[in-house]
C-alpha cells in the first residue's frame, strides 16, 4: 500500500542513499514525456524538502527544457535488494547553470564530475512510497565511467562550442546552455 508524506523521512533518506541510481520523469502539457535513467553519486538530500541533481552533459537537455517550461519532475528510486520499496518524489524543479547566481552555493554539495552541465534543484511538494514487491532484485555489477571518460578527454573549448548548440528540447522548447566545461574534481 502506498503511503504520502510531505516531506523526506531518515528512513526516506537513507534509502535514497544506498541507491546506485535514480529515475527522473518530465512533461509539458503537450509533447514527450522524458524519462531518464541517472547513475554515478550525483544526488544530493538538502533538506527534507528540498533536493538536488548533478546533470551531465548527454544526448539532450529534455529536462531542463521540461522544467523551464512547467517545472513539474517526478524522481523515483528503487531498492533493487531487500526491503523491497519504490519511493518518489514529486516536486517543482528549476535548472541551475554554472553560470547562475546560486550555482556555487548548490554545486559545494556535490564532487563535480567531468562534463557537469546543470544541477537541478527540487522543491519536494509529495513523497510517495510503495512496496516494490513485483520489482527483480538485482546487484549492481558496476558503474560505467564512459560518459566520465569521454567528458574528461574533451577539448573545453570544443565541448563549450557542443553544448551552445543544445538550446531546444526535440520538441522544440527552448534551454539554456551552460557558458563553461567543467573537467571535474578527479
Not at 46 to 51: A, D, G, I, K
Request: proline content about 5%; glycine content about 8%.
Amino acid at each position: 500500500m502506498a503511503e504520502f508524506s510531505s516531506e523526506l523521512s531518515d528512513k526516506h533518506i537513507a534509502m535514497i542513499e544506498a541507491q546506485p541510481m535514480f529515475f527522473v520523469a518530465t512533461a509539458t502539457s503537450s509533447g514527450r514525456i522524458n524519462l531518464s535513467p541517472k547513475g554515478y553519486d550525483a544526488f544530493r538530500v538538502l533538506s527534507p524538502t528540498r533536493v538536488a541533481y548533478l546533470d551531465l552533459g548527454g544526448s539532450g537537455n529534455e529536462t531542463h527544457a521540461h522544467l523551464a517550461d512547467d517545472g513539474r519532475i517526478t524522481i523515483m528510486f528503487n531498492n533493487f535488494d531487500n526491503p523491497a520499496l519504490i519511493l518518489r518524489i514529486y516536486g517543482r524543479g528549476v535548472p541551475v547553470l554554472p553560470q547562475d547566481e546560486g550555482w556555487e552555493k548548490l554545486a559545494a554539495h556535490f564532487t563535480l564530475l567531468p562534463g557537469t552541465r546543470q544541477i537541478f534543484a527540487i522543491d519536494i511538494e509529495t513523497v510517495q512510497s510503495s512496496c516494490g514487491w513485483g520489482v527483480p532484485k538485482m546487484k549492481l555489477e558496476e558503474e560505467r565511467e564512459t560518459l566520465k571518460k569521454y567528458h574528461a578527454q574533451a577539448n573545453p573549448d570544443e565541448w563549450a562550442a557542443k553544448m551552445s548548440t543544445r538550446i531546444s528540447s526535440i520538441d522544440g522548447l527552448p534551454t539554456r546552455a551552460t557558458d563553461r566545461y567543467i573537467a571535474g574534481e578527479e
